[in-house]
């Protein structure tokens, strides 16, 4: 086993691993300038109308909520929705938190079976903080399936007013997928990571990242239908092919990378 | 660093050296090639991680040196494997004077289940359901949590009983030493699969093509400006860094599988139905057991179907399907495949053409009276409690322990008193058997 215990630990290296440990606290603590990261997604090309789904069970219930493929989502003007904009972290290294994040909020988030969909589509968690997965359908059965590649995967019955609670100690490296195999047109990506700096494009495909240490940094693109968004204009760079661009966050600025335009049929690809 | 770790790094690196100089004096032997482990090409060419061809042999490599071959399997001390077993199973089949039987995996499993243990030996593809496919660690009759890795005497019980409606027999007539020897070599092979995929995610999360520097630690760039990059090989030998990181990979599974013992779930004693129930106290268990397969907490009777046969929900997959399905329409998917390196997309129509026709997970019909997982009262019991793992089946109990379930365990040994007397209840509406033929009927 592997487990790096303190007690295997010489002497002389405790006090070095102590000494690294006071260094990198006190780094965080003075390290004062922060930055914003923001831009809004626009989808390049027409949807048409969204699919609808092909409810197969419980259809006199789910069939009455005009579901629809929601793998690709726009709202008003084409502005794509739930795009995920993260922190790309190389094992085993970290960021420094601004303090106002260091802890996760001690509010769940909650994912909900609710009218035979989950709400919301697209989710951000972080480890430590609640997941806490409801089903409001009023005598209709959900499980959740959830695929995690870090954490412990779980697949399990949810029933009304008593909604499962979860929480997560590792970082995932991509959104993990979460299905209901009764209803199985269900699907909803939850994000989870170690650090605060992740975001969903919203209603107006906007995202905002707030509090990141200044300085350059790699952000993930990543949306449902194709995963990586590869070889996407962001403001004055591009993204890679896994999706990564190296941003520079200025000192108490914000880097707006304005209207970020994402092909729809990159997206289909 | 820990002194113990330094050493294994050690191991890592003369293991790594000694295996690559026997690759090169098997070179030329004359004799017959030894069959080799086989590379998770559906992994190697995914979208997710698309890997390339060097980068494929890399990972080969360190799988090589960590795990040796079909032939001389290895297990680093990290492992926790008994190599004395793993021996026993590996090799060719053959048995010696005294009688001893060496080469048990190639022997009892490998027609079936494959030399790497990807369920894709000869006769796989003819099968239904499909051989397990070891790679993933995801084992379905267990009794540890469904997250939770099986324990020995789980594997165990399958080999000696088999599973009942499946190709898979029952070897409860070798002997005991050597079952022990082929448990060892499954779990060798699903650490060595899983570890695959580990180092895969790995190569491509944080390894891949990195922009040069120059001596100023600006980026360089070509004539017309592009950025000049180089590929960082995955190197353990030589890279202390990725030597620690493969062998944290490792434990982390290792502490997955060393760990199933504590994960075991215990029904509850004051819960278990007493043996000298009488036939009221069973009836009434039954129709409570009824009642929530019915109802929306348990829910069975969405994919069991109101009639228990197993004609629910059919449209969904087990997890290994559901990944060839994803895999295949990401394949279709992939347009011109720009970007993606020319050494997996000239490997793609090879993969794809290579998998099996998907199937949907089918539920059980519970009027069969024939059960995977065994017939005892306690596999029931985790059958339902812990769902089945790598299939749509949730669990209904706590996902682990202290956490919270949704059916409460006298209601789980409810609904396996009504499972257990489906095959021999009257079906509510019992189909007709229809006339053999029409005319002569009229």
Not at chain 1, 179 to 191: E, N, Q
Request: net charge negative.
């Amino acid at each position: 086993m592997m487990t790096i215990n303190s007690k295997h630990l010489t002497g002389c290296t405790r006090v070095a691993v102590f000494a690294a440990i006071a260094l990198a606290t006190f780094a965080s603590a003075t390290a004062a300038d922060w930055g914003t990261l923001k831009g809004r997604f626009v989808l390049d090309g027409d949807l048409g109308e969204p699919t609808a789904l092909t409810v197969s069970k419980d259809v006199e219930y789910c069939g009455k909520n005009n579901l629809v493929d929601e793998s690709i989502a726009v709202g008003e003007g084409n502005a794509l929705k739930n795009v995920f904009v993260y922190l790309y972290l190389k094992r085993g290294k970290s960021v420094d938190i601004h303090p106002d994040l260091a802890e996760p909020s001690s509010e769940p988030v909650v994912l909900d079976n609710h009218g035979c969909r989950f709400e919301p589509h697209v989710a951000l968690l972080r480890t430590g903080q609640t997941l806490e997965v409801r089903n409001s359908d009023k005598g209709i059965g959900h499980n959740t399936n959830f695929t995690l590649l870090k954490n412990p995967a779980f697949n399990e019955m949810v029933t009304n007013d008593s909604p499962i609670k979860k929480m997560f100690t590792k970082s995932e490296s991509y959104p993990s997928s979460a299905v209901c195999s009764i209803h199985p047109w269900m699907k909803a990506h939850v994000l989870i990571r170690d650090n605060p700096y992740m975001a969903t494009s919203g209603e107006d495909g906007s995202f905002v990242i707030e509090k990141i240490p200044a300085g350059t940094h790699e952000f993930i693109f990543w949306q449902e239908s194709s995963g990586n968004l590869k070889k996407l204009s962001v403001g004055k760079s591009k993204t890679s092919r896994k999706g990564r661009a190296k941003l520079k966050i200025p000192a108490d600025g914000e880097l707006d990378l304005g209207e970020i335009k994402v092909k729809l049929s990159d997206l289909r690809k | 660093m820990n002194g113990s770790v330094a050493m294994n790094h050690e191991s890592l690196r003369k293991n790594l050296t000694w295996w690559m100089a026997a690759a090169a004096l098997l070179v030329g032997c004359g004799k017959v090639e030894p069959p080799p482990f086989r590379l998770n090409m559906t992994q190697m060419v995914s979208n997710e991680t698309p890997t390339s061809p060097e980068y494929q042999q890399e990972i080969a490599d360190v799988l090589g040196a960590m795990f040796g071959t079909p032939d001389e399997p290895y297990a680093v001390p990290e492992a926790g494997l008994d190599l004395s077993r793993l021996r026993m199973a590996a090799g060719a089949a053959w048995s010696d004077e005294k009688g001893t039987n060496h080469g048990l995996y190639r022997k009892h499993c490998v027609h079936c289940h494959g030399i790497t243990g990807d369920g894709r030996g000869p006769t796989a593809r003819f099968l239904n359901p499909y051989p397990r496919d070891y790679r993933q660690g995801v084992y379905k009759f267990k009794s540890t949590y469904n997250a939770d890795r099986p324990t020995d005497d789980d594997l165990l019980r399958v080999l000696v009983n088999g599973v009942p409606g499946t190709a898979m027999p029952s070897f409860s007539l070798l002997p005991h030493s050597e079952l022990e020897a082929l448990v060892e070599y499954v779990k060798y092979l699903s650490i060595r699969g899983q570890l695959e995929v580990s180092l895969a995610a790995y190569v491509y999360d944080d390894l891949g093509e990195e922009a040069e520097v120059d001596e100023n630690g600006d980026e360089k760039v070509d004539s017309e400006g592009n950025e000049i990059t180089k590929r960082i090989p995955l190197d353990p030998v030589n890279d202390p860094e990725q030597r620690e990181v493969v062998m944290e990979l490792l434990a982390e599974i290792i502490e997955g599988w060393e760990s199933s013992a504590e994960k075991v779930v215990i029904p509850s004693e004051d819960h278990i139905p007493a043996d000298n129930r009488n036939a009221e106290e069973i009836a009434a268990s039954v129709a409570q057991g009824r009642e929530l397969f019915f109802g929306t907490r348990a829910n069975c009777v969405k994919c069991h179907g109101p009639t228990a046969l197993g004609d629910g929900q059919q449209d969904d997959q087990d997890s290994w399907n559901k990944a060839h399905k994803k895999f295949l329409q990401d394949m279709v998917n992939a347009g011109d495949q720009e970007g993606v390196h020319p050494g997996i997309v000239a490997s793609r129509a090879e993969v794809v053409a290579s998998i099996y026709t998907v199937r949907n997970a089918i539920p059980r019909n519970l009027r069969q009276g024939i059960y995977r997982g065994g017939r005892r009262r306690l596999d029931i019991f985790w059958r339902i409690y812990t769902g089945i793992a790598g299939t749509p089946m949730p669990a209904t109990g706590p996902a682990s322990p202290g956490a919270q379930g949704t059916l409460k365990e006298e209601e789980i040994w409810n609904i396996v008193d009504y499972v257990l007397s489906l095959p021999y209840e009257t079906p509510s509406r019992p189909l007709k058997a229809l006339p053999v033929n029409l005319e002569a009927v009229n």
